[in-house]
């Protein structure tokens, strides 16, 4: 509700209100305030429970929202937190190092403009926050080419996660991973497999991510799933899991196949996926070369040598019908940037576009984190429990991306589902929703939880309640 709103609904219930007054205090006519003693006659009894009920009281626990002891009987029940840099500290902790947030329905960015690219498609994306803060055809489909691998990277860490294999298990590569003898990789980046090798599962990895050895994922995906089929159906699998609608996988490595897809926007959740859940694996994707039986090659990611940035990652990919492409993912203290490049014009083109896009974002965004897990957001009246209220918050931390200087522009709402809580509450049940807004718009919303339990209370404050919600 805006300000004004909340005016008129204070007046409505007897209250003072003054723009910008610190506090805020009831009406008084006399009424007792508080239980004065135990009164021994039933009609003493009735005057003192009258008292107590008619006594409107108000906390302000700034910079909280507005709490009221008896809710107005209305659809939903809300008021303003403002929330200003000087406050932040204290009610969201700007606590640091920020932690990749779970992937829900990522905030809308308030609008900046990037600096032109010249490709087909790109994102780039706020690891952080999952936020995209900005993007040109994201979700065209393109042929991936070799950033198809890093989805068999993601499916090789599944399996060693499941302690499927290990990285020390030793993979005997077999005739369908021979360069030499595969008409389909000719031309094509390899580790330079020969049948009968001997490689481990940590080196087939490395081949894959630093070579782009596309017969290293050959003899990786027969090592995994028993054959390359049964291996391209579980890197679709995982797709589904990760909830990308416009990606399908026809190699484990990324060769041109008909009805071969992905964009750039769901290459930057893969991108993401990969960062988080691979910590003691993605240091691969930062080595800058590989050597492997006598033969050293570099890692293609030219912006790994950048001095103005630092670049760990990711990938690149080329063939005659996918252009140029890369994904790129460069730090900057705490913060992480992601950018995919797909369609470029030429290697060093490709580069450059990635580079611009990630200098951009880590020079013009900040990563913010605006609730910390279990903060009380707010105190609310629970009717018919064993207490009188409840602290409401968030159960994540939760940061958000913006352009310098939106921070102070930041405001969020809570409101209650229904007119009233009623005990009983768990603790973790969702009672609301918190709306988070940049200068007036909407930027995203989030459940709002009871951060405690509160079981029923007895049958004499239930009745006492009853009564106060009917008089």
Request: proline share 5%.
């Amino acid at each position: 509700m805006a300000g004004g709103n909340i005016r008129q609904r204070l007046i409505t219930t007897g209250m003072d209100f003054k723009a910008g007054a610190p506090f805020f205090s009831p009406k008084r006519d006399g009424a007792a305030c508080g239980r004065q003693g135990l009164l021994p006659d039933r009609h003493n009894t009735y005057k003192w429970l009258h008292s107590v009920i008619c006594c409107k009281r108000l906390v302000i626990p700034l910079p909280r929202r507005l709490v009221q002891s008896s809710p107005p009987k209305t659809e939903k029940y809300e008021e303003d937190i403002v929330v200003k840099p000087s406050v932040l500290a204290v009610v969201c902790g700007m606590l640091l190092p920020l932690a990749a947030q779970a992937a829900a329905t990522p905030a809308q960015v308030p609008a900046l403009t990037p600096p032109p690219i010249d490709a087909a498609s790109y994102v780039l994306m706020d690891y952080t926050t999952g936020q995209i803060l900005a993007q040109d055809h994201a979700d065209e489909r393109r042929n991936p080419a070799s950033l198809t691998k890093l989805m068999t990277g993601l499916v090789v860490d599944h399996a060693l996660d499941q302690h499927k294999i290990g990285l020390d298990d030793v993979v005997t590569v077999g005739q369908d991973a021979w360069g030499a003898g595969n008409p389909v990789f000719k031309g094509s980046s390899l580790m330079f497999l020969k049948p009968g090798d001997r490689v481990t599962v940590r080196d087939l990895s490395r081949g894959i991510i630093i070579d782009s050895g596309n017969d290293a994922c050959v003899a990786m995906a027969d090592y995994v799933a028993g054959s390359q089929a049964a291996f391209v159906q579980l890197m679709n699998q995982k797709a589904a899991q990760l909830g990308l609608k416009n990606t399908h996988f026809e190699t484990v490595h990324g060769l041109d196949a008909p009805g071969q897809f992905t964009t750039a926007g769901d290459l930057a959740q893969i991108s993401r996926a990969i960062i988080m859940s691979e910590p003691a694996e993605y240091h691969m994707y930062s080595e800058k070369s590989l050597t492997w039986n006598g033969i050293t090659q570099q890692n293609r990611n030219g912006l790994l040598w950048d001095k103005t940035l630092h670049v760990d990652g990711l990938k690149t990919g080329h063939t005659a019908s996918a252009g140029f492409n890369i994904i790129a993912s460069a730090t900057e203290g705490n913060r992480r940037m992601i950018a995919v490049v797909m369609g470029g014009k030429s290697s060093k083109g490709r580069e450059e576009q990635a580079r611009k896009l990630l200098t951009w974002g880590l020079r013009d965004f900040d990563t913010v984190q605006v609730f910390k897990a279990g903060a009380a957001l707010g105190n609310e009246t629970v009717w018919y429990g064993d207490k009188s209220q409840v602290q409401v918050g968030v159960q994540q931390d939760h940061a958000l991306s913006l352009p310098k200087g939106e921070v102070q522009k930041l405001k969020a709402q809570y409101v209650l589902n229904g007119k009233r809580l009623e005990a009983p509450l768990k603790a973790g049940q969702t009672v609301g929703e918190v709306r988070i807004s940049d200068d007036g718009k909407l930027l995203e919303t989030l459940p709002l939880v009871a951060l405690q339990p509160v079981n029923q209370g007895g049958i004499f404050s239930r009745l006492v309640d009853y009564i106060k919600l009917k008089v």
